[in-house]
T-cell receptor, first 112, second 114 residues
Framework: AQSVTQLGSHVSVSEGALVLLRCNYS??????LFWYVQYPNQGLQLLLK??????LVKGINGFEAEFKKSETSFHLTKPSAHMSDAAEYFC??????????FGKGTSLLVTP | EAGVTQSPTHLIKTRGQQATLRCSPI?????VYWYQQALGLGLQFLLW???????NRGNFPPRFSGRQFPNYSSELNVNALELEDSALYLC?????????????FGPGTRLTVL
């Protein structure tokens, strides 16, 4: 089964600093990968997705992720953090039967 | 375009009761997915419905069941509620396609079992 591992349950960055949230996948086939964000007491919002069309994927709110097969990684980055980026971020991979298999999530804290 | 909607927002039940949660997908989407987000357990896949049929099921007991109606809306039923069923239940929808499609999520139903 395809799975993802998110390294770091909590990440703290200063406003204006680089955001890097790590995700490694395990898959025997080319994976479909996603990043979602969850704000407090809300559902999940899609940030971006990888479907093998391009290795560098640009998403909403200035986020992007690069698919690296050699490293089995799909890390999420943003050049400059805003206070409004504080949220829980989930990496996910499509499993058999089209179900999403989520990582445990990374809580991003942005300090002034 | 309206997003995925879920009702109720909050639901409080006691142990042993039954809970019914509802989901309306984005217009044009035929697939509906249910996920459970419980404290400490993360997001776990529950059920997938497409064109009125159950297509896939996660590792949950049979007391978790559901159905999809002809208008593609869906219901999740949880029977014989247990304290550990307390969680945020998220519904997602996607258009029908051969490739795995992006799943768009609703705001969720917070179920509390006392």
């Amino acid at each position: 089964a395809q799975s993802v591992t998110q390294l770091g349950s909590h990440v703290s960055v200063s406003e204006g600093a680089l955001v890097l949230l790590r995700c490694n996948y395990s898959s025997s086939v080319p994976p479909y990968l996603f990043w979602y964000v969850q704000y407090p007491n809300q559902g999940l919002q899609l940030l971006l997705k990888y479907t093998s069309a391009a290795t560098l994927v640009k998403g909403i709110n200035g986020f992007e992720a690069e698919f690296k097969k050699s490293e089995t990684s799909f890390h999420l980055t943003k050049p400059s953090a805003h206070m409004s980026d504080a949220a829980e971020y989930f990496c996910a991979v499509v499993n058999s039967g089209y179900a999403l298999n989520f990582g445990k999530g990374t809580s991003l804290l942005v300090t002034p | 375009e309206a997003g995925v909607t879920q009702s109720p927002t909050h639901l409080i039940k006691t142990r042993g009761q039954q809970a019914t949660l509802r989901c309306s997908p984005i217009s044009g989407h035929t697939s509906v997915y249910w996920y459970q987000q419980a404290l400490g357990l993360g997001l776990q896949f529950l059920l997938w419905y497409d064109e009125g049929e159950e297509r896939n099921r996660g590792n949950f007991p049979p007391r978790f069941s559901g159905r999809q109606f002809p208008n593609y809306s869906s219901e999740l039923n949880v029977n014989a509620l247990e304290l550990e069923d307390s969680a945020l239940y998220l519904c997602a929808s996607s258009p029908r396609d051969r490739a795995p499609n992006t799943q768009y999520f609703g705001p969720g139903t917070r179920l509390t079992v006392l």
